[in-house]
């Protein structure tokens, strides 16, 4: 039991510290006729870049939705169908020693969509394994108020980051979010076309566990051709897998 205890000591002296999770930038775009979209931030290596991206369709085709800036890995691909339909997507990259400036989506091409895109850089994110949990995803037709799920994490120091998404008729739409994700941080941004998106992000530095964000409300009418997807994501601090690691030693 003592040399357990001595080898725990040291394993836990040599594991790599606790680093807070901390906001850097942001960046959004919005454009029309299904072009790609590209938005403009700041980062360092290591940093984590999450993205959001939404377009909005009235063809009824599921796109695979994906990043033209090479290196994103896709967390959420949802595809809601009504008379103004939504493919959703959720992506996360860390950036490497020559940090990206941009960050482009794939808009489909679609010459009636809108297409929008809005991106988060974090610090302090465990750079191994960035998100803490599974993401957990939800949508909804009939309506354009996005509710994102509730998530259960793991690390007691990780953020949550809400991502949303609309596919509407009601052109500019903005959100107002709930509470614990407050603007100017949390950010939205709208592709204008005879079908229009918004996309949205925020985070919750403090949430609670498990964590519910609440739904986001447009600044425009609802109807009932309209539709909704959403993910809530938890980020893990860097540092927080290899400490798990050590604790484990018996």
Known sequence: ??????TLALLLLCAPAWAAISYIDSGLAGSNNGNDVTANFTALEDDIVICVGAIGMNTGTDL????????????????????????????WKVMGATPDTTA???????????????????????????????????GGINTFIPDPPSINFVDANAWVVLAAGSGHSAATT????????????????????????????GYNSSPSDPEDPGTLTPSTSDNSGFCWAAATLALRPQGAAAARRVMVVN
């Open 1 to 6: 039991m003592k040399n357990a205890l001595i």
């Open 174 to 201: 903005t959100y107002t979010f709930p509470t614990g994700y407050p603007k100017p941080d949390a950010l939205d941004d709208a592709g204008n076309d005879n079908a229009d998106s918004t996309a949205g992000i």
């Open 64 to 91: 695979t939705m994906a990043m033209t800036t090479s290196g994103y890995t896709t967390v959420v691909d949802e595809f809601q169908n009504d008379t103004i339909d939504l493919n959703f997507g959720v992506f």
């Open 104 to 138: 482009t989506l794939d808009g489909g091409g679609e010459a009636t969509s809108g297409t929008a895109v809005v991106c988060m850089v974090f610090r302090g994110v465990d750079t191994t394994t960035p998100m803490d949990v599974t993401p957990t995803t939800a």
